[in-house]
């Protein structure tokens, strides 16, 4: 799935599902009496993961839209060339290796935020979906400020106790917040503002967005849909 330096195979988790909206990422608390990364299943959105076309109109308004194709582009005179880097990360139980030019050839959505238990019900719900932005050759690199082991102990936790469960995209431990600053990504009260860069197959960074709010960023990819 990925094409990072790893001393050895990646194992296949499978998808679990999980809401979104809710934690301080999405600007909102969790209600009382639930645990941070926990759902029901009849929370969990199918209607992407079930098909390769686009959700009807009658699909839940809390479903992401995904379109017939990746519409984003740069506004003209915005486009800006991605930084080159090679950077250490977590992936499930692996430490692998992610140079800039493994993105090249796909889409990649890089996710800046402070801390994974601070956002932990906007990253279980990214996992949810990636099967569905796998195929329009997109994929998810998270980076927050929590050191590697930290990333490690979170991904091994289960998602009904506010953890990762193995989410299937790369985390990378940024407490130095050397990677953000090469990005040009804001610092909030010493952490990471929360951003999602977009980075194009040519590798170009043709969107900021100042939240990773996962209705945001799938509406920046594929835009709008006013029937939702």
Not at 65 to 84: H, K, V
Request: hydrophobic residues 30%.
């Amino acid at each position: 799935m990925y094409q990072y330096k790893t001393s050895k195979s990646l194992p296949v988790i499978p998808k679990g599902g999980h809401s979104h909206g809710q934690g301080p990422c999405c600007g909102q608390t969790p209600k009382s009496g639930t645990t941070s990364g926990t759902s029901s299943a009849r929370d969990t959105p199918t209607t992407t993961r079930a098909t390769t076309k686009p959700p009807t109109p009658s699909a839940t308004r809390q479903a992401p839209y995904f379109g017939t194709s990746i519409i984003l582009r740069a506004e003209e005179g915005q486009e800006e060339e991605m930084p080159d880097f090679e950077v250490d990360a977590v992936f499930h139980s692996d430490k692998i290796r992610i140079p800039a030019a493994s993105l090249l050839g796909r889409w990649t959505i890089i996710l800046f935020y402070p801390q994974n238990y601070a956002c932990s019900d906007t990253l279980v719900a990214y996992d949810t979906y990636l099967t569905a932005l796998e195929r329009y050759n997109c994929h998810i690199i998270g980076a927050s400020n929590d050191m590697s082991l930290s990333h490690y102990s979170w991904n091994a936790r289960s998602k009904e106790s506010g953890g990762g469960g193995n989410v299937n995209f790369p985390l990378i431990g940024d407490n130095k917040r050397l990677f953000a600053n090469l990005f040009g990504v804001e610092e909030e009260n010493g952490k990471n503002a929360l951003t999602s860069i977009f980075i194009s197959p040519e590798g170009k960074i043709v969107k900021r967005l100042k939240t990773i709010e996962m209705t945001q960023v799938f509406s920046a990819l594929f835009g709008d849909r006013q029937d939702l």
